[in-house]
């Protein structure tokens, strides 16, 4: 009975998920939209964030059971790589201390889904300021009187210091800037080591990438290369080492990246470059830059085109982990990405002619990917599609919340030949 029911759920999700599809084939006439997967075959897979209902099933977060259907069907039918939007996170995936202490529901969930549907997996992150549970941190040392506690204050729509901000409520207890005594720097590494070893372990030959250490890289204009956190104030600047090599140690074969927001960005862009150089000289192992591409309407070719070639001079491949284009007025200033400046960023409603900016942006950043193709060896969009976007409000996305194609989905195909152009 329980598998009749099973299977009569999964059967209306599949009609249900591809009624977007067969409506624009037979209602409308026109030709259902070619799989982004397939048009770009020959250049990189084409991933996306997904989120827990998505590889579990039933209603999600903003989304009912029929419109989480769609959503599923629409990641099934255009991309071929998948990684979890949070649920492989400290936070969410190693909540409490110990052993005992892991949550691997969801992330096995969505590996099984990944690899199910033929997907190459992603894992997403080891080591974040952000999203980390404050016992990670927590002993018997008082913090120095020099430590920045609390976070400082962000200006609207500027990328701030390191926050352990938490994010809205009902993302789990327990995840604000942690203030009290602190572990040694012993102790955090260890803490580091098991958690990296078992996380990386567990998914030993079925996650073959990792973000390993996460938006290490200081914003704005100052000197500083790395951005104040617990893990650098508590071990010091080789906590990003440490964290590459016992990945390393725990899975050999998987590809390690080092992932960052706003690269498209010069000042930033230099810190990365700096911080890899010196990984490179004490043989770290970094293999592959992670451009997390949270970008907005006003990005041009020129801008992505440079981005890239720059970042190719360190010799590792490319991978575009989070793309997204943000519409929203709000957004048009930077590349940031810490979610506690979301609601600046996504304010004062779309841009004028969003769609077709849009559209615009997508086919610069599209084209310039093409033409970096030996480098850039994956693109992977943050979110099926506007609704579930963590910048729904932006609307930066190739689908619009009824899974249909934007132009921007259009504007986005039409690159795939444009390399050998003139
Ligand atoms: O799932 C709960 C829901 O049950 C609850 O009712 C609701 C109330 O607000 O919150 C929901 O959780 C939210 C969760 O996203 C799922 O949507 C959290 O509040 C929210 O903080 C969380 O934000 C995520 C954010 O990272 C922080 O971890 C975004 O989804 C996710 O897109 C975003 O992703 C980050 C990357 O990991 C790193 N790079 C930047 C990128 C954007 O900030």
Redesign the pocket.
């Known amino acids: 009975m329980n598998n009749l029911h099973r299977f009569l759920r999964r059967m209306r999700a599949l009609v249900l998920g591809l009624m977007p599809l067969l409506l624009a084939r037979f209602v409308t006439g026109a030709e259902a939209p070619p799989a982004l997967k397939d048009v770009f075959k020959d250049c990189f897979p084409i991933g996306t964030?997904a989120?827990?209902s998505m590889v579990m099933g039933g209603a999600g977060?903003r989304r009912s059971a029929d419109q989480n259907a769609a959503d599923i069907a629409t990641l099934k039918f255009h991309f071929n790589q998948i990684v979890a939007?949070?649920d492989m996170?400290w936070q969410l995936i190693h909540p409490r201390e110990g052993g005992n202490g892991y949550e691997f529901g969801p992330a096995d969930a969505l590996v099984d889904f990944g690899l199910g549907n033929g997907m190459q997996v992603a894992g997403?992150?080891l080591v974040?300021h952000?999203?980390t549970p404050n016992w990670v941190f927590a002993g018997t040392n008082p913090p120095p009187p020099d430590a920045t506690n609390p976070p400082p204050a962000l200006a609207a729509g500027t990328n701030g210091p390191a926050t352990n901000r938490?994010?809205?409520?009902?993302?789990g207890p327990g995840f604000g800037r942690y203030t009290g005594p602190r572990a040694s720097r012993e102790e955090l590494l260890q803490r580091m080591s098991n958690h990296i070893h078992t996380v990386v372990g567990r998914y030993k030959g079925r996650v073959k990438v990792w973000d390993v250490v996460?938006?290490a890289l200081a914003d704005g204009q100052g000197t500083n290369v790395l951005r104040t956190s617990l893990w650098s104030e508590i071990i010091g600047p080789d906590f990003i080492a440490s964290a590459f090599r016992f990945a390393h140690a725990a899975d050999p074969d998987a590809i390690l990246r080092y992932?960052d927001?706003g690269l498209e960005g010069a000042a930033k862009r230099k810190r990365l470059m700096t911080l890899i150089r010196e990984l490179q000289a004490q043989q770290v192992p970094v293999h592959a830059i992670g451009s997390?591409a949270?970008v907005n309407v006003s990005t041009t070719f020129e801008a992505m085109d440079q981005a890239l070639t720059e970042i190719a001079t360190l010799g590792l491949p490319i991978h575009i982990t989070?793309l997204d284009v943000n519409g929203a007025q709000g957004g048009q200033g930077g590349f940031g990405?810490?979610?506690a400046d979301?609601a600046a960023t996504t304010q004062g409603g779309l841009v004028a002619d969003a769609d077709k900016r849009l559209a615009d942006a997508y086919a610069g950043i599209f084209r310039a990917f093409v033409k970096h193709r030996d480098t850039v060896k994956l693109i992977t969009f943050?979110?099926v599609n506007d609704a579930v976007s963590?910048r729904a409000q932006g609307r930066p996305l190739l689908f619009d919340g009824e899974n249909q194609p934007k132009s921007a989905f259009q504007a986005v195909i039409t690159t795939v030949g444009t390399r050998t152009a003139p």
């Open positions: 964030a989120n827990r977060f939007e949070n996170k997403h992150t974040w952000s999203q938490p994010g809205r409520g009902g993302f996460n938006e992932n927001y997390q949270h989070e990405a810490n979610v979301n943050w979110g963590w």
